[in-house]
């Protein structure tokens, strides 16, 4: 499936053939039916990911082993960040971005095949060479990572076989930012199936051999996967060219290459914020078995809101990185105050539910097998500690793009997150010796909160002076992201007195669930809240769209 933005009246007559869909206007009912594509694939991908751990649980409980192979997993986790969900899509979606732009002008060449021919053979030899010193020293990673874990040596097998998807994300990275600046989101929304079916069948196929070290060969096998979905679809884009008629180019640029500074802050950001994850198992390991499966369930859980929310803030990172490279500001400007109203409502919801029903959604999902009432009480109470930062994760993830979308190199964003990483590092080891996985929950999402603020506060609009990124209004988003905010606390309240009125898990999510929903929803209503209006809209099309497509 391919979508194709449908053309506006603006759509120029000067191209023979018309226009190919990455220099098509963009419509709202491309980026409705875009963002639906994703949103689908992404909830199966999800979905997926919470077999995964679910089997994870099931095979393998909360002790050591699983502590041992979490520890391995810091890899593929940091590389997903780096390379496919936020550092290396920061800095080639706008390099594409600008070499479709530069093409659309009727560059000599094509701008795109030359940026693919400049970076992809240097990029592929750095992830190779990475992935090798990792699974050479695997051994003192291990011990960095995790210095108080019982059986080291398990851990190092592990980590040894994740360090192969260095490379393969790094291309799987590479191949969905140039399928998302040429509008092609279908492969790129599906790698996330690809790569947790891998790993589900190799736990299940080799686990009675191997133990858990099959989850980790599942990583290497899913990370192939996540490859060959996406390279059909990408040596289609690349031998497709239309020729157009030349025009005066754009503003010189190096089209065969990546910003090589604006690589390194983007970076050097995706790493210092994957970092929470390190300081979270370090603090954890020196706690009984077990802790760090607990924050590990919890924050896959918790996690489920952000991510949802930031599937819009997918479609349109290209478009705002689009109108940048064509120089129309203001038509940036007004994109990201709307994701960021539409990701705050749909997040604070999500919120509101998970804080309202953690012990139910634990035990539905996780008690069964080796994963015992014990370890559901506690991943509950740490999950609804985590969920106080998903508005923060949710902000720093659509303002970074932001910073980030114009293809400039900005230090900012970093220090942000440096300030970030030291409260939770502050704050983590000032109470884990008291509060234990509690205390560092409540330190990631603080450090998380204080980034988002100090992001926020970073923008500057039309007349403050030098901006870093697109310039938004900041203290007219302050005073709406308030309103959702104040109906999300309302309807956790609620929702958690619901959810214990029945018996029974199930029963209690649904009552807690339907509450949390109600709630939101008058309090969002009348206290005007801007984001939810625009997202009750998009889920209400889609959802006729659905009943049109399965009933007709």
């Known amino acids: ?200 069948t190799a736990m299940f196929a080799l686990g009675g051999v191997w133990g858990v070290r099959s989850a980790a060969f599942g990583v290497a096998a899913g990370g192939v996967l996540m490859v060959l979905t996406q390279l059909p679809f990408l040596v289609g884009r690349l031998r497709s060219r239309r020729t157009t008629e030349v025009t005066p180019e754009l503003p010189s640029a190096k089209p065969h290459s990546v910003n090589l500074p604006l690589m390194a802050t983007v970076l050097l950001f995706a790493l210092c914020r994957q970092s929470q994850v390190l300081i979270e198992r370090f603090l954890a390991s020196s706690l009984p078995s077990g802790a760090i499966s607990h924050l590990n369930y919890a924050q896959k859980i918790a996690q489920i809101p952000m991510t949802m929310s930031m599937m819009l803030c997918t479609i349109t990172f290209p478009v705002v990185a689009r109108a940048l490279a064509e120089g129309d500001t203001e038509r940036a400007r007004v994109r990201v105050e709307r994701d960021l109203a539409v990701a705050s409502g749909l997040v604070l919801l999500g919120t509101a539910a998970v804080v309202a029903c ?118 007219h988003m302050l005073r709406e992201l308030s309103r959702p905010a104040g109906a999300a606390l309302g309807a956790a309240l609620a929702g958690a007195w619901a959810a214990t009125l029945p018996v029974g898990a199930l029963a209690g999510l649904a009552a807690g669930g339907l509450t949390v929903v109600t709630v939101f929803v008058l309090l969002g209503w009348a206290l005007g809240a801007q984001g939810f209006a625009p997202a009750l809209r998009s889920v209400r099309t889609h959802t006729r769209r659905l009943a049109h497509a399965v009933f007709r």
């Open 1 to 200: 499936m391919t979508l194709t933005p449908a053309p506006g009246p603006e759509t120029t007559t000067r191209q023979t053939p018309p226009a190919e869909p990455e220099h098509a206007p963009v419509t709202r009912r491309f980026l409705a039916r875009a963002a639906l594509l994703t949103a689908s694939l992404s909830a199966a991908g999800a979905l997926l990911g919470l077999v995964r751990d679910q089997s994870l649980a099931r095979l393998f409980g909360a002790g050591r082993d699983t502590d041992a192979f979490l520890v391995a997993w810091t890899v593929p986790e940091f590389a997903a960040t780096l390379l496919i969900e936020d550092g290396l899509a920061f800095a080639l979606i706008p390099a594409f971005s600008m070499a479709l732009a530069r093409r659309a002008q009727g560059a000599p060449g094509d701008p795109v095949r030359a940026l693919v021919r400049g970076t992809l053979p240097k990029l592929t030899l750095a992830f190779t060479v990475v992935g090798a010193v990792l699974a050479l020293g695997a051994p003192q990673l291990v011990q960095v990572l995790a210095p108080g874990l019982p059986d080291p040596a398990l851990a190092v097998d592990c980590t040894r076989l994740t360090a192969t998807c260095v490379l393969t994300f790094g291309l799987a990275g590479y191949f969905s930012a140039a399928l998302r600046a040429h509008r092609r989101f279908l492969a790129p929304a599906a790698i996330y199936v690809a790569y947790n079916t891998g790993i589900v």
């Open 358 to 475: 953690a012990p139910q959604i634990v035990q539905l999902l996780f008690q069964r097998g080796a994963f015992t009432a014990q370890d559901t009480a506690a991943t509950a109470g740490v999950m609804r500690v985590y969920a106080v930062g998903l508005l923060g994760q949710t902000l720093t993830g659509v303002l970074v793009r932001s910073y980030f979308s114009a293809g400039r190199p900005t230090w900012y964003p970093l220090g942000a997150m440096s300030a970030g990483v030291f409260a939770t590092c502050a704050i983590g080891a000032a109470t884990v010796g008291t509060w234990g996985v509690t205390g560092i929950a409540a330190a990631n999402a603080t450090g998380i909160t204080l980034t988002a603020a100090l992001l926020l506060a970073g923008m500057r609009g039309p007349g403050h002076g030098r901006r870093r990124g697109v310039p938004i209004r900041t203290r």
